[in-house]
């Protein structure tokens, strides 16, 4: 898997990135894993998994096993632009469910703590709509949400003061 074009995101576990690629694996249905490194005698303890490499939605992704000094936080999340409501239910209610949580504005924390946006369509266009009123409207919408409802910011937008 490993190439010398594009980007590969590392994601830096606490000595479960191999059952966090298998989680992901799962979840997106496109995705493949690639090789799987074994710690040595050189980068004790042995045996353990050093990193496990995967892709999903074409991305490429290396699973480290880092050690507890640098947890996820929000500050860095993965959008899911989907192609419809169903999609969009599905990505929701797979990540933030066994063990992950709902935060703000369709964002989630998966079991792992890695944060993922979930963006149904039609919401982008409703928040950068080229009426401010219309465009505010819907944003504060958003923002009364967890999980997002495009049918209710699309009503909010609609609404004239």
């Known amino acids: 898997m490993s190439d010398s074009t594009g980007f590969t995101t590392c994601l830096w576990f606490d000595g479960d990135a191999e059952a966090a690629a298998d989680y ?11 090789r799987t490194v074994r710690r ?7 045996g353990e998994v050093l ?18 000094e640098f947890p996820f936080t929000e500050a860095v999340s993965f959008m ?7 999609e969009a239910d599905y990505y929701y209610d797979e990540l933030s469910g066994n063990g992950g949580q709902e935060s703000a504005c369709g964002w989630v924390k998966d079991r792992f703590g890695v944060s993922w946006q979930v963006i149904p369509p039609g919401l982008h266009d409703l928040i950068a709509d080229p009426d401010p009123g219309r465009a505010t409207r819907a944003t504060a919408a958003m923002m ?18």
């Open 24 to 34: 992901y694996l799962s979840v997106f249905k496109d995705g493949k894993r690639g």
């Open 51 to 68: 990193f496990v490499e995967f892709e999903i939605n074409g991305q490429k992704f290396v699973g480290l096993n880092g050690g507890p």
């Open 144 to 161: 009364t949400m967890k999980k997002l409802d495009v049918a209710q910011m699309r009503r909010a937008a609609d609404a004239e003061g």
């Open 40 to 46: 040595n005698e050189a980068v004790p303890p042995g």
């Open 80 to 86: 899911i632009d989907c192609a419809d409501e169903a």
